[in-house]
Structure formats: structure tokens, C-alpha cells
């Protein structure tokens, strides 16, 4: 069954400091990975995506990385902002043909930048 | 140019009654997508309509249903509510149908609670 694990499940930084977030997907065939941001009470926005032949994919202070050897991908943030606070989602996508029903969700890292 | 626009944001209803829900996409966007957000499952694709055709299906009872009009705009009607319906429900609009790295465009969702 395809999956998606991310870690941590919540997370506290003071603002100002980095932090890493991991997600670990099972999913195969794999066609792209992206990693979404979503505020609380609004929709998820799309910070990057990568192909399994990418490596890695900036947005400004967000970093992804992809091993697709591993099948892990780390999502990065420099330097935080109080507006970093949000729930981060991976979503592993298997194949270009298979439509929307087959993208898998990872069930998201809260983070919270204290001041 | 506008976003995502879903109505109403927020609906609280009772076991076994009906409710309907409402997105209007991106202008020029003809693909529209719904997802279901709980905290315990996650986001799970409901379906996919991409020019008034339901395209893609996810794994729900046939009390969840939508439909989307000439100009784009979806519904999605859940019958004979039950608890476990109490959940945040996003619409998402594409220029196309799923394939590639085309990018999902939500909406801020709505939040209904069932009582």
C-alpha cells in the first residue's frame, strides 16, 4: 500500500533558527513529490515540486530535498519567521497517468515559530 | 486574478440531513478537484470533474456526490450526514486534468460539523 510518513508529527522553534522536516514515502511507481503549506483555516499552497531525476528545489527560505534512492525528502526552512507557522504536507504522486485518486497525503508537521 | 472561492465556509448540520457545498475555480481553470481534511485521516481525495465529466473517483460511499457546471463551478452534496462527516472540505482548481506537474489551486475550504 502507497504511503506517506512524515516526521515530526508537531514541532516548536524560537524565530530565527532552522529546522528540517521529513517526509519517508513508499509509493512506486514515483512520478513527483511536493510539499504544501497550509495556514490555519486556509487551503494548502504549493511551496515546491520535484521529479524523481531533481535532487533539490528552493522557494525562497524553503529548501526540498529528494533522495528517490531512499525514497525520503526533507523539506528545510532558514532562518524562521512567525509566519512559518503552519502545517507542512507532503504529497507523493506514483504516476502521470493515474489521476488525482492516486496521489497519497502525508498527515502533515504542525510547526510553531515562538517569538 | 481571484482564487478559490468555496461557500459556504462554515456549516453546522444534524445527522441525516443533506448538505451542499460550493467552488468556483480560478477563471480559466476547467478542472476541480474535492478533498476531505480530518485530523485523523488526513486530506483524501473525493473526485475530479474536468468539463462538467467526473473524471477521477476516490475511495467514498455514493452519499457523497458533485457535479460541475458549464462555467466550471462544482458542488459537492453529502447525503444522510453522519458524524464522521464533521471535517474541512477543499476544492482545488487546474488548468487541466491530473497528469504531469500541473499545480492544484485551493480554496480555503468549508468547515462543516455534523451534530
Known amino acids: 500500500k502507497n504511503q506517506v510518513e512524515q516526521s515530526p508529527q508537531s514541532l516548536i522553534i524560537l524565530e530565527g533558527k532552522n529546522c528540517t522536516l521529513q517526509?519517508?514515502?513508499?509509493?512506486?511507481?514515483?512520478?513527483?513529490l511536493r510539499w504544501y503549506k497550509q495556514d490555519t483555516g486556509r487551503g494548502p499552497v504549493s511551496l515546491t515540486i520535484?521529479?524523481?531525476?531533481?535532487n533539490t528545489k528552493s522557494n525562497g527560505r524553503y529548501t526540498a530535498t529528494l533522495d528517490a534512492d531512499t525514497k525520503q525528502s526533507s523539506l528545510h526552512i532558514t532562518a524562521s519567521q512567525l509566519s512559518d507557522s503552519a502545517s507542512y504536507i507532503c504529497?507523493?504522486?506514483?504516476?502521470?497517468?493515474?489521476?488525482?485518486?492516486?496521489?497519497?497525503f502525508g498527515s502533515g508537521t504542525r510547526l510553531q515559530v515562538q517569538p | 486574478k481571484a482564487g478559490v472561492t468555496q461557500t459556504p465556509r462554515y456549516l453546522i448540520k444534524t445527522r441525516g440531513q443533506q448538505v451542499t457545498l460550493s467552488c468556483s475555480p480560478i477563471?480559466?481553470?476547467?478542472?476541480v478537484s474535492w478533498y476531505q481534511q480530518t485530523p485523523g485521516q488526513g486530506l483524501q481525495f473525493l473526485f475530479e470533474?474536468?468539463?462538467?465529466?467526473?473524471?477521477n473517483k476516490g475511495n467514498f460511499p455514493g452519499r457523497f456526490s458533485g457535479r460541475q457546471f458549464s462555467n466550471s463551478r462544482s458542488e459537492m452534496n453529502v447525503s444522510t450526514l453522519e458524524l464522521g462527516d464533521s471535517a474541512l472540505y477543499l476544492c482545488?482548481?487546474?488548468?487541466?486534468?491530473?497528469?504531469?506537474?500541473?499545480?492544484?489551486?485551493f480554496g480555503p475550504g468549508t468547515r462543516l460539523t455534523v451534530l
Open positions: 517526509c519517508n514515502y513508499t509509493v512506486s511507481p514515483f512520478s513527483n
Open positions: 477563471s480559466g481553470h476547467r478542472s
Open positions: 520535484m521529479t524523481f531525476s531533481e
Open positions: 482545488a482548481s487546474s488548468l487541466v486534468l491530473a497528469g504531469g506537474q500541473d499545480e492544484q489551486f
Open positions: 470533474y474536468f468539463s462538467e465529466t467526473q473524471r
Open positions: 504529497v507523493v504522486s506514483p504516476s502521470r497517468d493515474t489521476g488525482r485518486r492516486a496521489l497519497t
